[in-house]
């Protein structure tokens, strides 16, 4: 099992920025990919960015250049950092682990709201 709790959702207006940050324990050494994903309110759940442990990244077409996905496997943890954020970026983000036999494992979610 792993467990994912995430934190530093909160509101801002558009143009700023804000920091996710998403720490994993329990059989953490099995993680592979670590990503965030984020769910608008009747909208899917989509991909925001991942990042392998060998620190591959990939992002959405609608976030690159404004979100950067970071990882820190000493401490178990990974970032978003989003900046210039749009109204549209408003969503629940949740925290995404795969394992390398694929187990998925999910955060609580952490709500993002930006104002225009």
């Known amino acids: 099992q792993v467990q994912l709790v995430e934190s530093g959702g909160g509101s801002v207006q558009a143009g700023g920025s804000l920091r996710l940050s998403c720490v994993a324990s329990g059989i953490i050494f099995r993680i592979n990919t670590m990503a965030w994903y984020r769910q608008a309110p009747g909208k899917q759940r989509e991909l925001v960015a991942a990042?392998?442990?060998?620190?591959?990244?990939n992002y959405a077409d609608s976030v690159k250049g404004r979100f950067t996905i970071s990882r820190d496997n000493a401490r178990n943890t990974v970032y978003l950092e989003m900046n210039r954020l749009k109204p549209e970026d408003t969503a629940v983000y949740y925290c995404?682990?795969?394992?390398?036999?694929?187990?998925?494992?999910w955060g609580q979610g952490t709500q993002v709201t930006v104002s225009s």
């Open positions: 995404n682990s795969k394992t390398v036999d694929l187990k998925e494992y």
């Open positions: 990042i392998t442990r060998g620190i591959t990244t």
